[in-house]
């Protein structure tokens, strides 16, 4: 049986935080998409958002700040339990778009939850590298995967992150199938970041969902790429939309048995006897024994 995952990428306009209503009318916005696809599926959709979609700031650095200071809230606070009930309600795996997480330690973070179709958080990741100056975000320490019971292995990586090529790599070492990257890009790099979205693919044999906020919040150009670096579906442009895909996930797996274009076998490289490879930059090393990514 295939291991199909139906998504819905949501290229929108950021959301002002905060209040009831809002998040009521942010859950009428997705029965009203879901009601357009049919929900006759055995496999619950994935809803997507870009990131900090319900934590919209803007203006001079202090008018951000202040902003998202107003915004933060524990990753277990009101919010949390408002998109927990919108999965559980509406039967979805949401990804509600990255939210402004006051930590534990007063610091402020840039967190992906990950909402499961009974409502259960089954991830948080707290993005790793913040664009730097413009955010004020406390990196993360760790690199997040969550399991879609007998469908697949999904990674986040928020923006930013897919610049650092150990980002990716780390997670699909970790056996992600699919890497879901939350953006809202506003400016000209969008074109790069594009042509990363597609690199990651290929370098490490997964698919790449990246979902850009939709002008004036981000320069859009959403788009799925295959682990072969394909281009399966993509936004034209930066007004709002909805991107929709169903991935086999055995795609991957067909990649990596047999190589990208029947070719290239990067996780079957090495063999057990070849030489460790230092890697002082990372005070590491690559050691072909562990080389193989894990299921």
Not at 88 to 107: F, K, N, Q
Request: proline share 7%; with cysteine; hydrophobic share 40%.
């Amino acid at each position: 049986m295939a291991r199909y995952l139906p998504i819905l990428m949501m290229q929108e306009v950021a959301r002002l935080h905060g209040s009831d209503a809002e998040l009521q009318a942010f859950e009428a916005e997705i029965a009203a998409q879901l009601s357009d696809f049919g929900a006759d599926f055995e496999q619950p959709r994935m809803v997507v958002y870009p990131e900090m979609h319900l934590c919209s700031a803007s203006g001079t650095p202090e008018q951000r700040k202040r902003q998202l200071e107003a915004a933060a809230e524990p990753i277990d606070g009101p919010r949390n339990r408002h998109l927990s009930r919108i999965a559980r309600h509406l039967g979805i795996w949401l990804l509600p778009g990255t939210v402004c997480e006051r930590g534990s330690d007063g610091y402020l973070y840039n967190t992906a939850p990950v909402y499961s179709p009974e409502g259960e958080r089954v991830a948080a990741y707290r993005k790793c590298f913040p664009w730097r100056p413009y955010e004020p975000y406390r990196p993360g320490d760790r690199l997040e995967v969550f399991d879609v019971p007998g469908i697949g292995r999904v990674g986040l990586a928020i923006c930013y992150d897919i610049w650092f090529p150990e980002t990716v790599r780390q997670l699909a070492w970790e056996g992600a199938d699919v890497i879901i990257n939350q953006v809202a890009t506003t400016t000209c790099d969008r074109a790069q970041e594009q042509i990363l979205v597609q690199a990651n693919a290929i370098f490490n044999q997964v698919y790449m969902v990246s979902v850009n906020a939709a002008t004036p919040s981000g320069e859009g150009q959403s788009l799925v790429v295959d682990p072969e670096g394909r281009i399966r579906a993509r936004m034209p442009g930066a007004t709002a939309g909805t991107l929709t895909d169903v991935l086999n996930l055995d795609e991957v797996d067909r990649v990596r048995t047999f190589g990208t274009a029947g070719l290239n076998r990067m996780w079957s490289q090495f063999r057990d006897d070849d030489p460790v490879l230092e890697l002082p930059m990372y005070e590491g090393r690559l050691d072909p024994c562990k080389w193989a990514h894990r299921s």
